[in-house]
C-alpha cells in the first residue's frame, strides 16, 4: 500500500509508476490475495483516476500500483455523471485522497464512434458530451482524423478536469486550500505513456 501526504507526493508516484510501465519495468506491487484480504475492512487510496472504460485502459497496471492504492472510476469517453461525480467526491471527503487524474486515451473508441454518430446511434448517453468538443475542433483540425481525434480526446480530459472543480460542495473547498489538485491527461497505448497536462487549478 502506498502513502501520500500530500498531492505532490501522489503525483510522484504516479509519474514514477508509469514510467515502470512504459519501460517494460514493472514492480507489480501487492496485487496478492493476502493483500486484498487485508484491506477488507478499510481502504486507503492515495489518488482517484477517472479513465475510460476501455478494456485496454486499466491505471493499476498504467500506473504499476498494487489493491487499494486507486480509486478508479471508468466510464466511456471519460465523461461526468452525477454517479461519477458523487464517487469522485466520496473519494475526496470519505477517503482523503488528494489527487484526481482525469485521463483520457489514444485511440479512444467512444470518440471513434462520436466521430461517426450516424452509424452509432444508441450511444446518446455519451455522445451528447463528446460531440460538441468533437464539432468545436473540426474547423481546425478536421482536415487530419488522427490529430482531430487526439486533440478532442485531450480537450475533454482538460473539460472534465475543469468541470470537477465547480460541482458541489465537496471539492471546491479542498482545491482553493490546496489541499486537492485535479490534473488532465492523455494516456498514449502506443508507448504506454501517460502525458499530464498543466493543472488547470
Known amino acids: 500500500m502506498r502513502k501520500a501526504d500530500n498531492w505532490q507526493d501522489a503525483f510522484k508516484l504516479l509519474v514514477e509508476g508509469n ?93 471513434r464512434a462520436c466521430m461517426n454518430p450516424e452509424k452509432h446511434p444508441n450511444i446518446k448517453g455519451i455522445s451528447w458530451q463528446l460531440i460538441p468538443i468533437i464539432e468545436e475542433l473540426r474547423p481546425i483540425y478536421g482536415g487530419n482524423p488522427a490529430n482531430h481525434l487526439y486533440h478532442s480526446i485531450v480537450a475533454n480530459a482538460r473539460k472534465v478536469a475543469q468541470q470537477l472543480q465547480t460541482v458541489g460542495p465537496v471539492l471546491s473547498p479542498k482545491i482553493k486550500a490546496g489541499e486537492l489538485k485535479i490534473i488532465p491527461a492523455y494516456h498514449s497505448l502506443t508507448t504506454g505513456k501517460v502525458t499530464f497536462f498543466e493543472p488547470i487549478n
Open 19 to 111: 514510467i515502470a510501465f512504459s519501460e517494460g519495468k514493472t514492480n507489480h506491487p501487492e496485487r496478492g490475495r493476502e493483500v486484498m484480504f487485508s484491506q477488507y475492512l478499510q481502504q486507503f487510496p492515495f489518488a482517484a483516476i477517472l479513465s475510460c472504460a476501455d478494456s485496454r485502459v486499466v491505471p493499476e497496471l498504467v500506473f504499476d500500483v498494487g489493491i487499494g492504492d486507486l480509486f478508479t472510476c471508468r466510464i466511456a469517453g471519460t465523461v461526468l455523471s452525477d454517479a461519477v461525480i458523487g464517487s469522485i467526491e466520496m473519494a475526496v471527503e470519505v477517503l482523503d485522497v488528494k489527487l484526481i487524474v482525469v485521463m483520457g486515451h489514444e485511440n479512444c473508441g467512444a470518440f
